[in-house]
C-alpha cells in the first residue's frame, strides 16, 4: 500500500467540492473526487474506480447505504452524517428565510433527533413527518412521500438529504430546504477517516511468517533419486509462491520452510485468509503430507510465535491442513482449497475425549488413528504399517504411535529385525483392558493373533 492513503470522495458536486477544498490539511489523504448526478449512480460510480482506492468517503449516509449493500466491508467506507450541524443548519436557514415550520416533512434523519435540534432553536412545529427506511430506497419514492403531504396540506415545508429529490420537489412547486454539509462536518469526517488510514496502512504492513512443514510418504520405499527429485520439486512450488506473495524464504530444518511476507500481499493472494492456493498447489505431489501455520502480527517475532501456534493446531487437525493465528490469538482454518470444508469431531465417548487431552492429540486425530489401525484386522503392527493406512510420513506415525503407547492405548509387543543393519522396529498390539474399560469401542473389534 502507498503512503497515502486514497481516499475516494462520492456525492453531489457541490458536497464533493466542499470536501476536496480541505485536502491541503490532510496530506497522508489522497483525495479523489467522483461526483454524481443521482445518488442512484453510486455503485457505479464506485465499480469504475475499483482498485484505485483504499477507502470511500460519502458526503451523506444515502450514497453510504447503497454502496453498503453491494459492496459491505470489502474496504473501508464512512460517511458525513446529516443530522446534528447539517440539521441546524438547514433549520436555521429556513428560519432565516422566513418559511412556514408549523408542519414540516423530512427524510433520513429521525424524528428524535429532528426534535431535539428544534428545541434547541425554540421551534415548536404543529406537525413532523419523518421518512425512515432500513433499505436503500429510489428518488421517487422520496419525492413521492414530500410531494404526498404537501398536496394533502399536511406540511408547509419539506427538507430533504438527496440532491436529486430536493430538484424535482423545487421543479414540482413544493417548498423545500435541501440538508447541505456543513464545513465542520467535513473536517470532522476527513479527520475519521485520517484514523481509518493509519488503522488500515498499519494493518497491511503487519507481517506474516508461514511456516510449511512437508514430509514424504513412505520415504523408505523411495530411492535417493527420487527423494531428492520430489524435494526439489517443492521447493520449486514453495519459491514461486513466495516470489508472488513478495516474500522471503528460509528453509530451517529437512523438511520444513518459513515464508516472510506482508498482511497485504498474503490477504490478495489468500481471498482474505479464506483459501490457501499453496496447499493445493503442493497436493498435486500425493507423496506429500503437509502442515501449514500462519502467523500475522506487527512484529517478525511475534508472527513467528503466532505461526507455529497455527502450526501445531494444523497437526492436532489432521494431514493436509492449514490455519492462521491472527494478531490477537483468534485461530482460522482450516483453509484449504476452494473445495476444503472445515472438520467436525465426531467423538462423544468421554473415555475417549478425556485420553485426547491427555495424550495431546487431537480427538479427531485420535479416533481417525485408532479406527485405521482396528481396520488394519491385524494384532500386531508397526510404524511403518500405521504410515500407510494413514496416508503420513514414518515420522508422523511414530509420534502418533509414542503418544498411545504412553497413555496405555497401545503396548510394546516386541521387535523386528528386517535387514541385518539398523535398528529393529517396534511392533505394537492394543491394549485389550483399556478398551474393555470404556474407550467407546468394542472390545471384539480388537484382532486377535491367529493360530
Not at 443521482?38 to 482498485?51: F, P, Y
Not at 509387543?413 to 505394537?428: C, D, M, W
Amino acid at each position: 500500500m502507498e503512503d497515502n492513503f486514497r481516499l475516494l470522495v462520492v456525492g453531489p458536486e457541490d458536497n464533493v467540492k466542499t470536501v476536496m477544498e480541505f485536502a491541503y490539511m490532510f496530506q497522508n489523504l489522497n483525495l479523489i473526487p467522483r461526483p454524481y448526478q443521482s445518488s442512484e449512480d453510486t455503485v457505479t460510480t464506485i465499480t469504475g474506480s475499483l482498485g484505485y482506492f483504499d477507502g470511500v468517503l460519502f458526503t451523506g449516509p444515502i450514497p453510504y447505504m447503497r454502496a453498503y449493500e453491494v459492496f459491505q466491508d470489502k474496504f473501508p467506507m464512512l460517511y458525513i452524517p446529516s443530522g446534528g450541524k447539517a440539521l441546524f443548519k438547514a433549520f436555521f436557514k429556513a428560519v432565516q428565510s422566513g418559511a412556514d415550520l408549523s408542519r414540516i416533512s423530512i427524510d433520513t434523519i429521525t424524528a428524535p433527533e429532528v426534535k431535539e435540534t428544534l428545541n434547541e432553536l425554540g421551534l415548536e412545529p404543529q406537525e413532523l413527518y419523518d421518512l425512515q427506511y432500513s433499505n436503500p430506497i429510489s428518488n421517487e419514492e422520496f419525492v413521492a412521500f414530500h410531494t404526498k403531504l404537501y398536496r394533502e396540506q399536511k406540511t408547509t415545508l419539506a427538507f430533504t438529504c438527496l440532491q436529486s429529490a430536493y430538484q424535482k420537489l423545487t421543479k414540482a412547486g413544493v417548498p423545500v430546504v435541501r440538508i447541505t454539509t456543513p464545513r465542520s462536518a467535513v473536517l470532522d469526517a476527513l479527520e475519521r477517516a485520517q484514523l481509518i488510514s493509519t488503522s488500515v496502512i498499519n494493518k497491511a504492513n503487519q507481517l506474516v511468517v508461514v511456516m510449511i512443514e512437508a514430509t514424504l510418504v513412505n520415504e523408505m520405499s523411495l530411492t535417493t533419486v527420487q527423494i531428492h527429485e520430489k524435494l526439489l520439486d517443492l521447493e520449486r512450488k514453495i519459491l514461486k509462491f513466495t516470489q508472488e506473495v513478495e516474500g522471503n524464504l528460509t528453509r530451517s530444518v529437512r523438511d520444513q520452510f518459513v515464508i516472510v511476507t506482508t498482511r497485504e500481499l498474503f490477504e490478495k493472494l489468500t481471498d482474505s485468509l479464506t483459501l490457501m492456493p499453496l496447499l493445493g498447489t503442493l497436493l498435486e505431489q500425493t507423496s506429500l503430507v503437509l502442515h501449514l501455520g500462519v502467523g500475522i502480527a506487527n512484529t517478525a517475532s511475534i508472527a513467528g510465535y503466532h505461526a507455529r501456534i497455527a502450526l501445531q493446531k494444523a497437526r492436532e487437525a489432521g494431514d493436509n491442513s492449514c490455519f492462521v493465528c491472527l494478531p490477537n490469538k483468534s485461530i482460522l482454518g482450516p483453509l484449504g482449497t476452494a473445495s476444503a470444508a472445515p472438520r467436525r469431531l465426531s467423538i462423544t465417548e468421554p473415555a475417549l475425549l478425556e485420553l485426547a487431552s491427555k495424550s495431546g492429540l487431537s480427538p479427531t486425530l485420535l479416533e481417525k488413528s485408532i479406527r485405521s489401525i482396528l481396520e488394519m484386522k491385524s494384532e500386531f503392527f508397526t510404524a511403518y504399517d500405521v504410515a500407510t493406512v494413514l496416508s503420513t510420513s514414518i515420522r508422523n506415525a511414530r509420534r502418533i504411535l509414542q503418544h498411545l503407547a504412553a497413555h496405555q492405548v497401545i503396548e510394546v509387543a516386541g521387535k523386528e529385525l528386517i535387514t541385518t543393519k539398523g535398528k529393529p522396529r517396534n511392533v505394537f498390539r492394543f491394549n485389550r483392558e483399556l478398551f474393555s474399560s470404556g474407550l467407546g469401542y468394542p472390545n471384539s473389534q480388537v484382532p486377535k493373533a491367529t493360530p
